[in-house]
Nanobody, 125 residues
């Protein structure tokens, strides 16, 4: 059974930075496409960023392009999301997700097989 565990969330002022981590266990991490999603209170869960199993291909939701960076270290079974120039509207619970046996990522939440428990990011103005 694959498990994903996020960490790194917290409270930060606007303009600040955080690095989220998602550690995977119980599967072949290098064969999963990975993604980060977020969900603000009262809102639907939305795609933030995706990365292919090799790490060579990435994709970002428009509002985070140029501010967030997704990366992965297959030797450590970990995917990261670097959040820079944070804004209050980035406040949400951030989830990592894995799609088994897929070289590429997708934006739809139903495309993913495994989910972490989420980590809270709060950006104060």
């Amino acid at each position: 059974q694959v498990q994903l565990v996020e960490s790194g969330g917290g409270l930060v002022q606007a303009g600040g930075s955080l690095r989220l981590s998602c550690a995977a266990s119980g599967g072949t991490f290098s064969s999963y496409a990975m993604a980060w999603f977020r969900q603000a209170p009262g809102m639907e869960r939305e795609f933030v960023a995706g990365i292919s199993w090799s790490g060579k291909s990435t994709d970002y939701e428009d509002s985070v392009k140029g501010r967030f960076t997704i990366s992965r270290d297959n030797a450590k079974n970990t995917v990261y999301l670097h959040l820079n120039s944070l804004k209050p509207e980035d406040t949400a619970v951030y989830y990592c997700a894995g799609r088994m046996g897929s070289s590429t990522y997708y934006r739809g939440i139903h495309e993913y097989d495994y989910w972490g428990q989420g980590t809270q990011v709060t950006v104060s103005s």
